[in-house]
């Protein structure tokens, strides 16, 4: 198999702070980022145990492809990226919670809505609906944005008594949530796609509220081919995905959910080469082009080396 990256440890002339997130290795230069997009793969908020040969890859340039189509309906936090793993950008100042955008009942949304619930993060839901059921229109149910742990389902009206994100600036959030995702669902429309959910991350960057993290990828977001929906749905049949939800349907389905007690399943090198070529698969169809292996023999050596140059 292709080598992977589990993690990184650089240090770079001038950094000042290091992040470590589910996927994501950050360092922090003043008012610069380096974003580096590992091989780690998590789901219920856990990290996997095994890393996916040219997930990063996948997920790195498809964030640098949306956030780029992007950039002129809102600011990002982008500059460049030197590496096929790595985004180079402004350091904002993140605002601590996810908006999560869906347009179908899909998903977590679906789990709580088959327990019974029917708020969802103080959003009302329709009686009668089955899964994969589009709502009337998209709703936005925002998460907070946990630092260990699973982030957490808040309302608008607990964000703002809260003063989590100040109220007019969570107005400008949810309507830039909202135009995104108009966007995003043009786009998969044309690509014979459906977007059935994803979440976006902001923070400010001299005053100014900023796209941040990134955008469309398989990680933060669910596909369905359009092809044979309503004859899917009609027949009560699974939908054609092309998300990580199929990550965690296999965890399901080996008695995994996140919950304590809970043992991760053994991942085989034929689950890990699965979930490689579905992410490869993702890459091909969302941006409409062939995926080019970067470079694996020394990735290590090779982000350093082409970040450095940036310096």
């Given at each position: 198999m292709s080598q992977t990256i589990s993690e990184t440890n650089f240090?770079?002339?001038?950094?000042?702070?290091?992040?470590?997130?589910?996927?994501?290795?950050?360092?922090?230069?003043?008012?610069?980022?380096?974003?580096?997009?590992?091989?780690?793969?998590?789901?219920?908020?856990?990290?996997?145990p095994k890393p996916i040969p040219y997930k990063?890859?996948?997920?790195?340039q498809i964030a640098f492809e949306f956030l780029t189509a992007t950039a002129d309906l809102i600011p990002n936090w982008?500059?460049?990226a030197p590496d096929p793993n790595v985004i180079v950008g402004?350091?904002?100042?993140?605002?601590?919670v996810e908006m999560v955008i869906r347009g179908y009942l899909a998903g977590h949304a679906w789990r709580e809505y088959q327990a019974g619930k029917r708020t969802l993060c103080g959003v009302s839901l329709p009686e009668g609906?089955?899964?994969?059921?589009?709502?009337?229109?998209?709703?936005?149910?925002?998460?907070?944005?946990?630092?260990?742990?699973?982030d957490e389902d808040i309302s608008?009206?607990?964000?703002?008594?809260?003063?989590?994100?100040p109220e007019k600036a969570y107005e400008q959030l949810e309507a830039y949530t909202r135009q995104l995702f108009d966007l995003g669902t043009?786009?998969?429309?044309?690509?014979?796609?459906?977007?059935v959910d994803t979440k976006y991350e902001f923070g400010t960057f001299d005053g100014k509220i900023h796209l941040i993290d990134e955008v469309h990828t398989p990680d933060s977001s669910r596909y369905f081919y359009a092809d044979g929906y309503e004859e899917r749905q009609e027949?009560?049949?699974?939908?054609?995905?092309?998300?990580?939800?199929?990550?965690?349907?296999?965890?399901?389905?080996?008695?995994?959910?996140?919950?304590?007690?809970?043992?991760?399943?053994?991942?085989?090198?034929?689950?890990?080469?699965?979930?490689?070529?579905?992410?490869?698969?993702l890459y091909e169809k969302l941006v409409n082009r062939q995926f080019i292996r970067g470079e694996t023999d020394d990735i290590l050596q090779r982000i350093e080396k082409n970040i450095m140059n940036t310096l």
């Open positions: 240090q770079f002339p001038g950094q000042t702070d290091f992040y470590r997130g589910k996927v994501r290795d950050v360092y922090y230069l003043d008012r610069q980022i380096f974003m580096v997009t590992t091989d780690r793969i998590s789901a219920f908020d856990i990290i996997l990063g890859q996948v997920l790195n982008v500059a460049n402004f350091r904002c100042h993140p605002y601590p609906l089955r899964e994969n059921d589009p709502f009337p229109e998209p709703i936005i149910t925002p998460a907070t944005k946990a630092q260990e742990g699973h608008r009206e607990e964000i703002i008594r809260q003063n989590i994100v043009r786009y998969a429309q044309n690509q014979g796609l459906i977007l027949r009560g049949k699974p939908q054609k995905q092309l998300s990580k939800e199929f990550v965690r349907q296999w965890l399901i389905s080996e008695g995994f959910q996140g919950k304590e007690g809970q043992k991760i399943p053994k991942m085989t090198d034929e689950v890990v080469k699965t979930i490689s070529d579905r992410y490869i698969e």
